[in-house]
């Protein structure tokens, strides 16, 4: 008996890490017609060590041992453009972008995706944790498809994956959606696959494990300021805006005695091992007037119950009817935060969706970061979201 997904192509990024080996497997398994796609969007040859050169090996090990063929496919030019060069520009101006929503949206599910169109393959699949399902609100329409959060809610990646639209998710599969990250472990361990043991990366997407800093130093030009607090006392001074992020620990403690408008000389390093300091957070950067605002930790200005955000994707392709009481994460893996998109109106940015979302949130919520993604959920499915300004 000839099998009903023989027919069926797949291209699977191939990423050289555990999950997309189990993904392949799975498919292979499965019956698909299954071809493997090694992405390099990015290479720096003025590194020691080119970062995604073991990844490939890896890669074509796993390859080799599912029997399919492995493609290496380069976007560089198309990483470069579309994530890049706006996340210098976001960092620039004093805000913290996130380069793998970026990578989604316009690279892996869009350049890649129109190759893999081009090419005739019916489906791209991944080995990313979501879910896709579908299903027709009548008889006779169109099935709308839906993002859930994948079984394993720990390492659920639809927050990445909210910017998607509907054009992508019908071409899309993700073969560990429902799996636990321990039953992925396991399943690699009884394919046999050269990846089983290999530790997760934790680098910048496509870019390697090097810190952001780093990556920065050379690509953004930065200017040293002044660190003040809430009330405007001057604290010391910082390397640039870029490098700092919004409810970040900085290296300044004070004597818990100390009250805003003391003797900044009081101030000492964190690494004094000096007892009973309490530790600076920013909390804010005053990017006109080139300042960090630090302070510590229970200060009200690292709060917020009300935020705003733009350029918003719903992943179904329309938004829901306000207001919508509904969960929201503002960064992977945080537990979802009770919140009600109260209202919508125009923006006054010339964007190409500029529709801004009020967000209240039943309670406060710290460190909320302007050029990071609000993401919005209700009874376990990704409707979308948008940067926070």
Not at 175 to 199: H, N, S
Not at 282 to 296: H, M, P, S, W, Y
């Amino acid at each position: 008996m000839v099998n009903k997904n023989s027919k069926i192509k797949v291209l699977v990024c191939m990423s050289g890490g555990v999950d997309s080996s189990v993904a392949a497997a799975l498919l292979v398994k499965a019956g698909y017609d299954v071809t493997g796609a090694f992405m390099v969007n990015y290479d720096d040859q003025s590194q020691e060590k080119v970062c995604w050169r073991s990844d490939y090996h890896d890669a074509l090990r796993v390859s080799a041992k599912l029997g399919i063929k492995l493609l290496r496919l380069d976007f560089i030019k198309e990483y470069q453009r579309d994530v890049l060069d706006y996340v210098y520009k976001e960092y620039s101006a004093g805000r913290t972008p996130n380069p793998d929503v970026l990578c989604n949206k316009f690279v892996k599910f869009g350049a890649w995706l129109e190759w893999a169109n081009e090419l005739e393959f019916d489906y791209i699949a991944t080995g990313h944790y979501a879910v896709i399902s579908t299903r027709a609100k009548r008889s006779g329409e169109i099935p709308l498809v839906r993002l859930l959060e994948s079984k394993d809610k720990n390492k659920d990646q639809t927050y990445f994956l909210h910017q998607l639209n509907q054009e992508q998710l019908k071409k899309v599969l993700f073969p560990i959606g429902g799996y636990t990250k321990d039953e992925v472990r396991k399943l690699a361990q009884k394919f046999d696959l050269p990846t089983a043991e290999k530790e997760e990366s934790m680098g910048i997407c496509f870019v390697g494990e090097v810190s952001m800093r780093e990556f920065l130093k050379d690509k953004v030009k930065t200017h040293q300021g002044k660190i003040v607090d809430s009330a405007g006392e001057i604290l010391g001074e910082h390397d640039g805006l870029a490098y700092y992020t919004i409810g970040q620990r900085i290296g300044l403690s004070l004597r818990p005695a100390m009250r805003r408008g003391s003797n900044p000389t009081n101030v000492i390093p964190v690494q004094t091992g000096i007892q009973d300091v309490k530790p600076f957070y920013i909390l804010d950067k005053n990017t006109k007037a080139n300042e960090l605002v630090v302070g510590f930790d229970d200060d009200p200005l690292l709060y917020k119950k009300e935020i705003t955000i733009a350029e918003v994707n719903w992943t179904s392709g329309q938004p829901p009817k306000f207001p919508l009481k509904c969960q929201v994460r503002l960064r992977h893996r945080q537990e979802l935060q009770s919140a009600t998109l109260c209202h919508s109106e125009r923006s006054e940015t010339k964007s190409k969706n500029p529709l801004t979302i009020t967000i209240q949130f039943t309670k406060p919520q710290r460190a909320v970061t302007p050029g990071q993604y609000a993401v919005i959920y209700l009874k376990g499915e990704c409707l979308g979201g948008g940067v926070i300004l």
